[in-house]
């Protein structure tokens, strides 16, 4: 396992996210998403960097297909308990990897009528990209490769991570 983003780059990334959502948000008291369970951790450093009014909400989804490749077929786990309706709305993702559950998300979630509906996602895999995607704040762009911690995991483990790893392979088949 190597590590690929250090705390300390994490932490000064979310700085400069923080700054960027608040220009675009302060007087707007959104709801913002987290898609569980692998922004949860991203979630919550990033609303503490937020002074302003803001409500959260979380969903859960599943992704038919194989743990690496995402099918696009969407299964809502857990719904938002707020109705988002005229609402300015920000979805937290922890990555964005073929794009398709965001795709399918988006879709779900305009249906519902919110003000505005946005994207920010601590991690973006281009490369793996199926469907484009408007994502309005992004983290790092990361190559292709698995990776965990700080709210990602492999079979369930590593979220408590601080910083992002890399698996190589041997790591991958245990
Ligand atoms: P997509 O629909 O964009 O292909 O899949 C996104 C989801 O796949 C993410 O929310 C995450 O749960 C999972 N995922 C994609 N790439 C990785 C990765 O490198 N590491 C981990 N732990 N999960 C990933």
Do not use: W
Not at 25 to 30: E, F, S, T, V
């Amino acid at each position: 396992m190597k590590v690929l983003i250090s705390e300390e780059q994490l932490q000064a990334r979310l700085d400069e996210l923080a700054v960027e959502i608040t220009r675009d948000y302060k007087d707007l008291c959104p709801v913002v998403v987290c898609v569980l369970k692998g922004a949860v951790i991203f979630m919550a450093d990033l609303v503490r960097r937020l002074a302003f009014d803001l409500e959260m909400d979380f969903m859960a989804v599943s992704s038919y297909g194989s743990s690496t490749d995402s099918s696009g077929i969407v299964r809502i786990l857990k719904d938002l308990d707020m109705d988002i309706k005229d609402r300015h709305v920000l979805i937290v993702e922890d990555i964005i990897d073929s794009g398709l559950t965001l795709k399918y998300l988006l879709k779900n979630l305009s249906s519902r009528n919110p003000a505005s509906l946005e994207i920010c996602t601590l991690l973006d895999k281009p490369e793996r990209r199926k469907a484009p995607l408007p994502c309005r704040y992004t983290g790092f762009s990361i190559p292709n490769a698995f990776v965990v911690g700080y709210g990602l995991d492999h079979g369930e483990q590593g979220r408590n991570l601080t910083y992002i790893a890399e698996l190589d392979e041997q790591d991958r088949v245990s």
